[in-house]
């Protein structure tokens, strides 16, 4: 014990635990096994990176190429291998160990199997990460993309009113329109059915959302931003023929056969009368075919003009209105001579308005049981009432409006069919990338 104790009080002993020029080796070679093995992880990790970066990009693309393939009856069935097509056209690092891409379909946002689902994964061994974990690196990817098919409408009843709530049903009102409903205003509760109201229709079409009975909501389309005014670009009909209007003969036996042409001051009937096949322009005042008396005319066209306003519906006892429109062959033929392509426009138009001269205002349809009209009634700067007692049965009767009110206990019935039905538009296609 006394030479140890000699030994480390030596100065040899003592000069070298002060000595420190090894201690930087010492560190160094403690250091370099951490420091290769950082710059290997570095290595793989940024590898890792670049292959997640491409597998994920490719199944993007085929989780949206496959979509859009869904949104199409003609591409639909072969979805799986239009994803495939876009997913190995978008790999390249990847390309030699990637997994081929598995597809599904998927429910979202309270929809039923409408986005694809894409999952594939890359698995390869690298250096270093292979040495460490004894078996290759597996990378995966998933993909979701939702999908909307795109829809075109039709409405026999249509608002094209750009703001507010433009068509309203309420009272105790009755209304059916198989043929459909539709409003282009794009704010919420852009068409409004109150649940007093009875309404039966196949679709119900909006820009904006539309505030229906529960019956109702499952026809209800809303947020469809491709719905147009199919007559907005129609230029106004005429007949410069000068016409006046009279009832002829007393009493009970008067009856009045305006024919076609302008009547400057407007119509209002004071007898049994039927119009005779034409255009009849009413350039200002009012076309009043209210009153108890017999209305019809077969064939016939009114246009309104320079603030025109209207009244339809027969009244009283002996009251009826039966009028149906003018046919594409007639528009063609002389006095008019109009080209096929406008003929087929203004084929089936029953009522006209001028919207570049005719300021905004109310237009009643009223009737009663007697009461039949067939045809549009197109009214794009008026407002449109059918109120109180009105009782309207129609083959086809399909009302354009800037907005349209039926309300009190008034009764509608319109039976348009499909070929029948005004276009109404539509929303195109969609996809989204949502995962």
Known sequence: ?????????????????????????????????????????????????????????????AAIAAAWARTNSATESDWQARGTQDYYANLSITKSFASAPSFALASYSNGSSNSVVVTATATKSLPFSSFIMNSAATIGATSQASFAAGANYAACLKTVGSSGTTLTVGGTADVTAHCGMAALSCSSNAISIASSATVVTDSIATCGTADVPDALKGVVHPGVTGLTD??????????????????????????????????????????????????????????????????????????????????????????????????????????????????????????????????????????????????TIYLPSSDVLVNGTADINSGCLQITSKTITITGTANLETRCDASQTNAAGGGAATVRLVK
């Open 230 to 375: 199919d007559y907005a670009d129609v230029p106004l009909p005429d007949d410069p023929t000068s016409a006046t209007y009279n009832c002829v003969g007393n009493g009970s036996h008067a009856q009045a056969s305006p024919t076609h042409g302008t009547y400057t001051g407007g119509i209002t009937v004071h007898c049994k009368t039927v119009f005779g096949p034409g255009i009849y322009v009413i350039d200002g005042g009012t076309l009043d075919l209210t009153g108890n008396y017999a209305v019809s005319g077969t064939n016939v066209m009114f246009v309104l003009k320079n603030g025109a306003t209207l009244k339809l519906g027969g009244s009283g006892a002996n009251g009826s209105l039966t009028l149906t429109p003018m046919v594409s062959s007639q528009f063609t033929a002389s006095p008019y001579s109009y080209s096929q392509t406008l003929a087929d426009k203004y084929a089936g138009m029953l009522v006209f308005e001028d919207k570049n001269s005719h300021p905004s205002t109310n237009q009643k349809i009223n009737g009663n049981s007697n009461s039949l009209i067939e045809g």
């Open 1 to 61: 014990m006394k030479a140890l104790s000699y030994l480390l009080k030596s100065p040899l002993v003592k000069r070298f635990v002060r000595d420190t020029s090894g201690n930087a080796l010492m560190l160094v070679a403690l250091g370099v096994p951490a420091l290769l093995g950082g710059a290997g992880a570095a290595v793989d990790f940024s590898q890792w990176f670049l292959w997640k970066r491409e597998l994920q990009l490719a199944t993007d693309q």
